[in-house]
């Protein structure tokens, strides 16, 4: 067969047989249920959903992120991120990287954590108006370790980005780790794939391209200072991680099975709940929210907003990773109808 028709072969294979080989959830940033721009940025937070950004020790600098429509060819967002405020002076033990953790029943398929391991490749696309080399890193739980503990595994390694603002696509293949930990293959944090923006000088001196414990620590590279100037931004979308050697097509999902995917970790869901006339003065109802999907695990929920009618703000409660109750009670002594709307979060992040 030649070179063309192989290739040809495997890009029409994405639709069928390669289905489901991207462990990354809305790697091509399409999903934002918590908004599009989020401004003012000073620490840890979720925002394009399923992407948490890690900050630590930021000094003065502040970031914000976005779901831009700045994008290569065939996809239509990335994630962007960007300095609103520059830190003058980088603290020695600052880390800032953006991050996606993986759930065991995601990642059980990889083999890892044995003598013949599989091999995975990540491929991305990035564009940044600085060029150089830059880190990147992949965890892997150790019997249940979190992301952050010294007992969890990391591979780190670097990329570079040749031309300044210009998308560039990058690919590294990655041998999976043989040393004798405990794979997480449950509903709990198995894996994270790390790009890291910020490094001080106690965090960017970690070994290269080979499986080590964790020390929350980058391996050395041009651009670990995204605070450094309000000039700065990086862009990336695109994201697969995916076992093999070679970087398959981007594994497109439709809008619907990816947003299904998002909400088992978080949704926004809409709630009614209230009685018609005749209900007593003080008596309280309930109404029951049936998620859209199951949770990972029985969620945190925060009520986020609610437009009440001679009643109480609602309370959520009997919560279980299906659903949940919301409550309230009328505030009048008359029997006439009374209601609340709006609609509360369910988070299930890792």
Same mark, same amino acid.
């Given at each position: 067969m030649s070179k063309a028709a192989d290739l040809a072969r495997t890009a029409s294979a994405s639709e069928t047989a390669l289905s489901n080989r991207n462990v990354v959830i809305n790697g091509d940033y399409t999903i934002s249920q918590r908004g599009t721009s989020f401004t003012s940025q000073t620490g840890v937070a979720y925002h394009l959903d399923r992407w948490e950004m890690?900050? =630590? &020790?930021?000094?003065?600098?502040?970031?914000?992120?976005?779901?831009?429509?700045? $994008?290569?060819? /065939?996809?239509?967002?990335?994630?962007?991120?960007?300095?609103?405020?520059?830190?003058a002076s980088q603290d020695a033990n600052n880390q800032m990287f953006f991050q996606q953790m993986i759930e065991g029943l995601n990642?059980?398929?990889?083999? =890892?954590?044995?003598?013949?391991?599989?091999?995975?490749?990540?491929?991305?696309?990035?564009?940044?108006?600085?060029?150089? @080399?830059?880190?990147?890193g992949l965890k892997l739980s150790n019997n249940g370790s979190t992301q952050n503990n010294t007992a969890t595994r990391i591979y780190n390694s670097t990329y570079s980005v040749s031309v300044a603002n210009t998308w560039e696509k990058k690919t590294i293949t990655i041998v999976m780790d043989t040393s004798s930990s405990t794979k997480v293959v449950t509903? *709990?944090? $198995?894996?994270? #794939?790390?790009?890291?923006?910020? /490094?001080? &000088?106690?965090?960017?001196? @970690?070994?290269? +391209?080979?499986?080590?414990?964790?020390? +929350?620590?980058?391996?050395?590279?041009?651009? #670990?200072?995204? #605070? *450094?100037?309000?000039?700065?931004?990086?862009?990336?979308?695109?994201? !697969?991680?995916?076992?093999?050697?070679?970087?398959?097509?981007?594994?497109? %999902?439709?809008?619907? !099975?990816?947003?299904?995917?998002?909400?088992?970790? =978080?949704?926004?869901? +809409?709630? &009614?709940?209230g009685a018609v006339a005749g209900?007593?003065?003080?008596?309280?109802? %309930? @109404? #029951?929210?049936?998620?859209? !999907?199951?949770?990972?695990?029985?969620?945190?929920?925060?009520?986020? @907003?609610?437009?009440?009618?001679r009643c109480s703000t609602p309370t959520i409660s009997e919560k279980t990773d299906t659903g949940a109750t919301i409550r309230t009670t009328n505030s009048n002594t008359d029997n006439d109808d009374y209601a609340a709307t709006g609609h509360f979060t369910a988070d299930a992040e890792l």
């Open positions: 890690y900050g =630590y &020790t930021m000094g003065d600098g502040v970031y914000r992120v976005d779901q831009s429509t700045d $994008a290569p060819a /065939g996809f239509s967002n990335s994630n962007k991120v960007s300095c609103t405020t520059a830190d990642s059980s398929h990889i083999n =890892y954590f044995v003598s013949s391991p599989d091999t995975v490749t990540l491929s991305f696309w990035v564009k940044s108006n600085r060029t150089g @080399s830059y880190s990147l509903n *709990g944090f $198995a894996m994270a #794939l790390i790009f890291w923006l910020g /490094g001080g &000088t106690n965090r960017d001196g @970690s070994a290269a +391209n080979s499986w080590i414990n964790n020390g +929350n620590a980058a391996t050395a590279s041009d651009n #670990l200072d995204i #605070l *450094g100037s309000t000039s700065n931004d990086w862009y990336i979308t695109g994201v !697969q991680l995916e076992v093999g050697t070679v970087a398959t097509p981007f594994e497109h %999902r439709s809008f619907g !099975q990816e947003l299904a995917l998002c909400q088992r970790y =978080y949704e926004l869901v +809409n709630y &009614t709940v209900a007593s003065g003080g008596r309280g109802t %309930r @109404s #029951l929210a049936d998620f859209m !999907q199951t949770k990972r695990v029985t969620p945190t929920t925060v009520v986020v @907003s609610s437009s009440v009618n």
